[in-house]
């Protein structure tokens, strides 16, 4: 998908020409802000009849497109609301800004110009909300039509921020560059997610990793099969063998600090590019949401691209175990032993629990690099998806600070997460006969037992588990929230990423 282009501009809304000029409101606040008395004032009160109308409420995300019949150089008015002016977040004004960009285009306008909120949440500076305003516009817009054969849909080319005084001109085009960068990242996994795994095999992600390593100036290094034999990867080998597409194994490397001696961040994700569950075969029913089974890899893979391009002063090293789960006369079988990288042995008890597997030899390996913080992002359990619904992120760490600052950098992004327990006695259920561990732990707990499991191959290293199975995939279009994949984690991981540069 093409981005759209975001520029600022100084100037007053009774005056700007524009396809569409977009206006935040708030539930039961009137003619509240001198934007809206100015332009009901060139509008001959008509934006005032439309409150008292109830016709528009400024309820959250209520939309409403309003010709202006050349009363004002802006042709167009499309009001949205922000809901109560006391509940305002940086996501209220991130889902509305996607619910006008979709009005926009169903108007089919080329380009709008949207007011800055002068109701912003407390101690949220002009960055921040310059940013969230990109990012729900830009994501507002997302389509994939790349499989489609009739014309394109209509879409938006091109958004400008108005701005009443020079003052926020700084703070807002930082905002912009921040929100761009965030939102490129979150097509760019979406696009990923859906392409179908015919297209988007293990070859293809190494071919992706390449391109942005190129691009960007960012060292990569691939190991193909025969290195991950030497090295004794054998759970990432074992989850592949049932497949005719080879498993790589992708790091990749931005160093943005001129610290000779400073310790990475390192992100590790799941990266199966179709998951039938192998031998312990899935249920046909919604098998074909599997192709998304490489979300977690994806988003490492956007979140270091936009940290090369938003030239964050730090290091920072992104992984990605990749292989595709495939029954066949090869594929590892329930009763297995694989041994890992870390050199602990797992029974394999359930094929369909691969992620994990994968996971063991990508954190055995990132604990090479002395991580200063160790995250890992996967679509790993269903037991997430039952525990937390679709609106949270499952998160467990050995590191209080650490899970401070993601989960501070989730509500930030408004990509939530909720902290889960990390309790020894769960291990209990992840008790072999005949190797260290097996790879489940049963019905009870589920979502525990796999963080658990991958607990055991970080050693002491700050490290926090995000589990994404619960919000990768949605099975209804929301405000900047696309049905099918998501996304969700990108802006997270990229948020976290920024905060601690700062």
């Not at 297209?199 to 942005?212: G, S, Y």
């Not at 597409?245 to 961040?265: Q, S």
Request: a positive charge; charged letters at 25%.
């Amino acid at each position: 998908m093409k981005i759209m282009r975001v520029t600022v501009q100084v100037g007053k809304v009774e005056t700007a020409a524009t396809e569409v000029l977009v206006l935040t409101h708030c539930d039961g606040e009137g003619l509240g802000t001198q934007d809206a008395a100015l332009l009901d004032r060139a509008l001959g009160g008509s934006l005032r009849k439309l409150l008292q109308s109830k016709e528009f409420e400024g309820k959250a995300n209520d939309v409403l497109l309003y010709h202006t019949q050349g009363s004002v150089p802006a042709k167009r008015l499309v009001l949205v609301g922000l809901g109560k002016k006391n509940e305002v977040t940086l996501e209220t004004i991130r889902q509305a800004m996607g619910t006008a960009a979709k009005r926009a285009r169903q108007a089919k306008a080329g380009s709008f110009t949207v007011v800055l909120p002068t109701v912003t949440p407390a101690g949220m500076s002009s960055v921040e909300v310059a940013q969230a305003m990109v990012e729900g516009a830009i994501l507002g817009s997302y389509q994939f039509t790349v499989y489609r054969t009739a014309a394109a849909e209509h879409a938006v080319e091109g958004m400008k921020i108005l701005i009443p005084q020079k003052g926020q001109l700084k703070q807002v085009t930082e905002g912009i560059r921040r929100g761009v960068a965030t939102a490129e990242a979150t097509v760019f996994v979406r696009d990923l997610c859906n392409h179908p795994s015919n297209v988007l095999t293990p070859a293809r992600v190494a071919e992706e990793a390449k391109a942005i390593a190129r691009a960007e100036k960012i060292s990569i290094k691939i190991l193909e099969q025969k290195e991950m034999e030497r090295l004794g990867m054998g759970a990432l080998l074992g989850v592949a063998r049932g497949s005719q597409e080879p498993p790589k194994f992708i790091i990749l490397e931005y160093n943005g600090t001129k610290k000779k001696d400073a310790r990475p961040v390192v992100l590790v994700g799941k990266t199966i590019t179709f998951d039938t569950g192998g031998i312990s075969l899935k249920p046909a029913e919604n098998m074909e949401h599997m192709k998304a089974d490489m979300t977690g890899g994806a988003e490492v893979l956007a979140s270091i691209r936009a940290a090369a391009r938003l030239k964050l002063p730090l290091r920072l090293i992104s992984i990605l175990p990749v292989a595709e789960n495939m029954p066949g006369g090869r594929a590892m079988k329930p009763g297995d032993v694989v041994t890992t990288l870390s050199g602990k042995t797992v029974e394999v008890q359930n094929t369909d629990a691969e992620g994990r597997l994968i996971l063991a030899d990508g954190l055995a390996y990132a604990m090479r690099y002395k991580p200063a913080a160790l995250i890992d992002i996967a679509t790993l359990t269903g037991a997430c998806v039952v525990a937390l619904g679709q609106f949270a992120i499952g998160m467990f760490g050995t590191d209080q600070a650490l899970k401070e600052q993601v989960r501070k950098s989730g509500q930030k992004a408004g990509e939530r997460v909720w902290e889960m327990p990390l309790w020894e006695e769960y291990f209990e259920q992840l008790k072999s006969d005949v190797a260290d561990m097996r790879n489940i732990g049963g019905r009870g707990g589920g979502m525990i037992t796999a963080a658990l499991f991958l607990s055991k191959f970080v050693g002491d290293c700050p490290w926090v588990h995000l589990d994404i199975a619960s919000t990768d995939w949605s099975e209804r279009e929301r405000a900047y929230v696309p049905k099918g994949p998501t996304a969700i984690g990108t802006r997270l991981l990229l948020q976290y990423l920024i905060d601690r540069s700062l």
